[in-house]
């Protein structure tokens, strides 16, 4: 069992800049891979972002080049450093950890891009 908590959402004007926190605890070191994902209102869920164990990173093109994935090992968190946000960025973010063949998912952290 793995459990997820994020933080760090908010209401951010376009061109600003948000990091959001995902602690995890539990079986962690089982974890083989963690990401970011977000659904927007009317929409599915996607993909923002993912990062392995050996420190391997894959984007969303839509985030590419403002978006930075990281994780502090040693304090069993996960980040998502969000720069120059649009309002098409708006969304419930979900932190998520991949144990195979399971996946599990935080509560969502809600971020909102308007001026």
């Known amino acids: 069992q793995v459990q997820l908590v994020e933080s760090g959402g908010g209401l951010v004007q376009p061109g600003g800049s948000l990091r959001l926190s995902c602690a995890a605890s539990?079986?962690?070191?089982?974890?083989?891979?963690m990401g970011w994902y977000r659904q927007a209102p009317g929409k599915q869920r996607e993909l923002v972002a993912t990062?392995?164990?050996?420190?391997?990173?894959n984007y969303a093109d839509s985030v590419r080049g403002r978006f930075t994935i990281s994780r502090d090992n040693a304090e069993n968190t996960l980040y998502l450093q969000m720069n120059s946000l649009k309002p098409e960025d708006t969304a419930v973010y979900y932190c998520?950890?991949?144990?195979?063949?399971?996946?599990?998912w935080g509560q969502g952290t809600q971020v909102t891009v308007s001026s």
């Open positions: 539990g079986s962690i070191f089982s974890i083989n891979r």
């Open positions: 990062i392995t164990n050996g420190g391997a990173t």
């Open positions: 998520n950890a991949y144990m195979w063949p399971i996946n599990y």
